[in-house]
C-alpha cells in the first residue's frame, strides 16, 4: 500500500485533502482500504465535518464493498482515490475487470452476498462506472 496525499484547492480558495492508495489485491487489501479511507475522512472531518454523522459510516461501508469486489471479482492490483468535492466525497475504485458490475439478487438464506452493488447505488448521489483496456474505474459520489 502506498498511500499519497495532495492538496486542491475549490472555488471557494479552501483547502481539500485527496488521497490515492494502490493494493496487490489481497484479500486483507479490503481492511486496507477502508483503514486508508478511514484517516482521509479525519484528515477531512477536521476541516469540515460531516453534514450527518451517517456519511462517515455510509463512506466507509461504499469503500469497504468497492474493495471487497475488486479482490473477488477482478484479481489484481487495485488503486483507490479519494477527493472531497464541494458537497461530499467522490470515490475512483480502478480495478483490473473490464467487466461491469450487476446487480445479482440477494438470496439471504444462501449466506454468499448480493447485496453489496445494491448498497452501493442506494447510498450514493451517484455511481458511473468507466471501462478502459486496463480494468475499469468506479466512481461514486457520496454526500459528507
Avoid at 483547502?15 to 479511507?37: C, K, Y
Avoid at 447485496?115 to 468506479?138: A, F, N, R
Amino acid at each position: 500500500m502506498a498511500p499519497e496525499s495532495r492538496r486542491d484547492r475549490t472555488l471557494a480558495g479552501e483547502e481539500i485533502t485527496s488521497r490515492i492508495a494502490s493494493f496487490p489485491g489481497e484479500l486483507h487489501d479490503v481492511t486496507d482500504a477502508r483503514l486508508v479511507a478511514e484517516e482521509f475522512l479525519f484528515d477531512l472531518a477536521r476541516a469540515s465535518a460531516p453534514s450527518a454523522p451517517e456519511h462517515w459510516d455510509d463512506i466507509l461501508l461504499v469503500v469497504t464493498e468497492l474493495a471487497a469486489n475488486a479482490v473477488q471479482y477482478a484479481p489484481g492490483p487495485f488503486e483507490l482515490r479519494l477527493r472531497r468535492t464541494f458537497d461530499g466525497v467522490h470515490v475512483v475504485m480502478h480495478d483490473t475487470s473490464v467487466t461491469e458490475p450487476a446487480p445479482r439478487p440477494f438470496h439471504p438464506h444462501s449466506g454468499g452476498g448480493g447485496i453489496g452493488w445494491h448498497l452501493i447505488h442506494t447510498l450514493c448521489d451517484q455511481v458511473s462506472v468507466v471501462t478502459h483496456d486496463d480494468g475499469k474505474d468506479i466512481h461514486v459520489f457520496l454526500p459528507w
